[in-house]
């Protein structure tokens, strides 16, 4: 599907990159964008893939290209930002995505991930405009771009891990009427709610990250001391060795379920838990009760943390 509006014929003739934005990930808020972008009816229509991209860029691999026709639109991902840019059909992919990957080096150097996680209002960064515009102008000018070494790397990588080709019956039409995103990326499967991400982390969920390590590192270390008990003929209960490793095997798989997201994922992580309920009390007999009490405990506290962070919703309709 190419774009039918009038181009024009100059764009056509030269290579070039035409915009830019920043995007958070998560929402689709706009944190910055150029500020000179063209305003024909070609780019006009541009425009409506930027905003219909944007609310999926959760779903989609960190490195992509859409083909529009005239214009390609590419972008990549990283630590909850996404940098996007729109050029024209012949421009180079490896400048394409060595100037993408300045912009992100630069995003990450000047704005921690504290402020964009918390911005509340589009394009609060308006002020990196400033390094988009004077990167811009160097891609535009190849001749006086001073980084063949790095444009070497990342032709490389581009040839070891090609950015994926978003289609247009993927995206659907540029008038509002959006179809799913089910994509198949290097043979790794479809994209699909299975692979949704999770809302930001919190500092709450950390804390049970953590604990839940813990609790797994204790029964491992207990697991051990079991098994070497065993090997001495101390009489000691093979099931208790086994109990051990289970309640590792469920803390390590909590901590799973609090990063990822997985089919019925609340369901898992209560049978989880229960696990570890069943471990503790066939251990009643070699811990003492605030050992028991502190086990369950930490597994109940992650069972509401991962009950709590749920999948991102839909994005917010921002005017990208």
């Known amino acids: 599907m190419d774009i039918k509006n009038p181009r024009s014929p100059l764009l056509i003739e030269m290579s070039m990159i035409l915009s830019a934005s920043v995007i958070r990930v998560r929402d689709g808020l706009p944190l910055s964008a150029s500020t000179d972008y063209e305003q024909g009816t070609g780019m006009q229509e541009c425009r409506k893939y930027f905003k219909m991209l944007s609310k999926k860029l959760a779903q989609l691999p960190d490195r992509c290209t859409l083909k529009t026709g005239h214009y390609n639109i590419n972008f990549i991902s990283s630590l909850g930002v996404s940098y996007m840019m729109l050029c024209t059909e012949n421009y180079p992919n490896v400048l394409a995505f060595s100037f993408l990957d300045e912009l992100q080096k630069e995003f990450i150097t000047t704005y921690n991930m504290m402020k964009t996680n918390t911005a509340v209002r589009p394009y609060c960064f308006i002020e990196f405009d400033n390094f988009i515009q004077r990167t811009k102008q160097r891609y535009n000018n190849p001749r006086s771009l001073s980084t063949k070494i790095s444009l070497s790397d990342m032709q490389t990588e581009i040839k070891l891990r090609p950015p994926y080709q978003i289609s247009m019956c993927e995206l659907g039409s540029a008038n509002g009427v959006t179809s799913a995103f089910s994509v198949d990326y290097k043979g790794a499967g479809k994209i699909s709610s299975a692979h949704q991400r999770l809302e930001?982390?919190?500092?709450?969920?950390?804390?049970?990250?953590?604990l839940s390590l813990l609790c797994g590192a204790l029964n491992l270390i207990r697991g051990f001391h079991a098994i070497e008990s065993l090997l001495q003929s101390d009489g000691e209960d093979f099931n208790y060795i086994v109990a051990f490793f289970l309640g590792t095997a469920a803390c390590l798989y909590q901590c799973y379920l609090l990063v990822y997201y997985t089919g019925w994922r609340n369901v898992k992580s209560f049978l989880t838990f229960g696990l570890i309920c069943l471990c503790n009390m066939y251990l009643y007999e070699l811990r003492n009760l605030w050992q028991l009490f502190f086990h369950v405990t930490v597994g109940a506290f992650v069972t509401l943390q991962i009950w709590?962070?749920?999948?991102?919703?839909?994005a917010p309709d921002y005017d990208v």
């Open 200 to 210: 930001p982390a919190t500092l709450s969920g950390i804390v049970a990250f953590i």
């Open 308 to 314: 709590l962070r749920q999948a991102q919703g839909k």
